[in-house]
């Protein structure tokens, strides 16, 4: 029986697969096709301190391989949250891990409280790399010096697992990794979607209304890859990967990069149930590469 | 746990060409089909192509409960509708169905449904619908030209059909809001059915507004996942932003702000 479970700083994972925050809303689509709990655990749609109506449509462009999306972290708020969300899903048999985006350093602050007295959530994920809003969002994930006071300042109010987001769209991943890990951060997530844009060359305008959006898909896998890598050699804190992944074999190629949980993104809008097969794929691999526990592949990538 | 959306691999059972552009694929199911309602759509995998990433949604135009099938009426848009076009019986098609909410039942017995181009899809649909209540409404529909009218003995079947083309090689000359039925005094109708292109239900929105005429569209707006969760498709309505995948694609025209647009 191969031993899939995983552990974040003293947080256990039955299985390493999890939804990436954005493409699972908050868990109730997905229980139209199959059992949340057969996952690992589940990253619910970023919360922000107040409603935000998100952008105008289109909101979205097809891209090879990939799609931009510019949706501006549409969510009614931390107070709606605590009262319509969490019942719905603090009894699903999974981790239930809650995105956590502001405008100021302030806003991230007072979401991470209220998360923070939320028995059922065992961590949140803080969202520092959100590349679709005006204010803070990525802004906070490109400066080291604000991704480090920013992950201080929650980490002064948030007691359980804190992890943080990171943004791709940066010169070196491993000096904001470091500037997350010195503020306080517990685990870090990357990667977050790459700044991009589409055209409609008929029309001669841009296809979105915020002209940029953030790609996501197969066509950036190689690029998280590459940074999960470099940051799991330069820093020692797990890492939650995700960028692309498709199938278990992209999910094994994420761990063998040193990632410890995986996340599903973008695949879950073209086959709700990927998620569920990814898991039954790892077992796969597992046996036939008799490897006894999922811990054993974390980085163990060979580079001789 | 209800289970109530199906992921299937559903078997194409036949692939009628209507016309250059257009044409309808019929699928069917090795299970029994649960409802489906008219206005609801499929999200089609165009698979093995990386410029067709996503599913492709498309409005069903009828369901055949006795053989577990049901017709999809496409156009051809781009290179995923163009691989559609070339499916032969017996090839497979990953579908997720059925996805989003329906056309209401009218409270009158005076109704017009309105399409134009392969936005007449989901109104054969309602049509058979409404003659199961008895209703035999009239059906306009338009198209660009004489070879593009289609399918009109089908929609003959279950109500008065009107045709209009943008150059007037078959039925009335113009846009289906150029024709008398709508461009009227005061069209006899009390509830308006719409599907179409996004300026064409506008216009028919705009003549129901005028004339007090309960109105429903169809909206189209691109999507990624088709069941709620990418937040692409949305639209403004009277309780902010909401999904056309799922509190969608039928809205009351009274629900968008399409009106203040006109003003």
């Known amino acids: ?304 | 746990m209800e289970i109530k959306k199906f992921v299937q691999d559903l078997r194409v059972v036949q692939n009628i060409r209507l016309n250059k552009r257009h044409f309808i694929l019929e699928l069917q199911s090795p299970e029994k089909f649960p409802l489906i309602l008219p206005g609801q759509f499929v999200q089609v995998l165009v698979s093995n192509s990386p410029s067709t990433f996503l599913r492709r949604p498309f409005s069903i135009h009828s369901v055949d409960y006795a053989n577990n099938s049901l017709r999809l009426l496409v156009q051809i848009k781009g290179e995923g509708t163009l691989h559609l076009s070339k499916l032969h019986d017996g090839d497979s098609l990953n579908v997720i169905y059925p996805l989003g909410n329906s056309f209401s039942l009218p409270a009158t017995r005076d109704v017009l449904l309105v399409g134009g181009g392969a936005g007449v899809a989901p109104l054969l649909f309602m049509a058979k619908l409404l003659n199961q209540d008895h209703i035999h409404p009239t059906i306009l529909l338009g198209f660009r030209t004489k070879e593009e009218v289609s399918e009109i003995e089908e929609y003959s079947k279950y109500g008065t059909v009107l045709v209009t083309t943008d150059d007037g090689s078959a039925g009335e000359k113009g846009l289906v809001t150029d024709h008398p039925v709508l461009k009227g005094e005061r069209p006899a109708f009390r509830k308006i059915y719409c599907c179409g292109p996004e300026p064409m239900m506008k216009a028919v929105a705009k003549i129901a507004t005028m004339h007090q005429i309960e109105c429903e569209v169809s909206l189209e707006n691109t999507m990624a996942c088709g069941f709620g969760v990418c937040l692409c498709c949305i639209t403004p309505t009277d309780k902010g932003n909401e999904r056309v995948c799922v509190e969608g694609p039928v809205f009351n025209v009274n629900r968008l702000n399409w009106g203040q647009e006109e003003k």
């Open chain 1, 1 to 304: 029986m191969s031993d899939l479970s995983v552990n974040i700083a003293g947080l256990t994972f039955k299985n390493p697969v999890t939804t990436a925050s954005g493409t699972f809303g908050y868990g109730e689509e997905f229980r139209e096709f199959f059992d949340p709990g057969e996952l690992g655990g589940i990253f619910v749609k970023a919360v922000t301190g107040k409603n935000r109506d998100g952008n105008a449509y289109p909101r979205m462009a097809e891209t090879p391989s990939g799609m931009l999306n510019s949706v501006g972290l549409q969510n009614k708020g931390i107070d709606h949250f605590c009262r319509e969300i969490y019942p719905k899903i603090k009894d699903f048999d999974t981790r239930v891990i809650v995105n956590v985006s502001g405008s100021t350093i302030e806003e991230y602050v007072e979401v991470a409280e209220r998360i923070n007295e939320l028995e059922n959530i065992p961590s949140i994920e803080l969202n520092i790399s959100c590349p679709n809003v005006k204010l803070g969002g990525m802004a906070f994930g490109t400066v080291p010096a604000m991704a480090t006071e920013v992950t201080a300042a929650v980490r002064k109010v948030y007691k359980k697992v804190l992890m943080v987001k990171l943004s791709p769209n940066v010169t070196s991943i491993t000096e904001l990794a470091k500037a997350v890990a010195d503020g306080g951060a517990d685990a870090i997530t990357l990667i977050n979607t790459l700044l991009g844009m589409a055209i409609d060359a008929e029309r001669r305008r841009p296809v979105l209304s915020t002209i940029t959006g953030g790609l996501s898909g197969p066509a950036i896998k190689p690029v998280a890859l590459r940074m999960v890598w470099q940051v799991h050699k330069a820093v020692n804190l797990p890492i939650v990967g995700l960028g692309g992944i498709m199938n278990a074999t992209d999910a094994i190629e994420f761990i063998l990069a040193g990632a410890s949980v995986i996340q599903v993104g973008t695949a879950n809008f073209i086959d709700p149930m990927v998620s569920v097969n990814i898991v039954r794929g790892i077992e796969d691999y597992m046996k036939r590469h008799n490897v006894g526990a999922i811990t054993e592949l974390v980085g163990a990538l060979r580079t001789d």
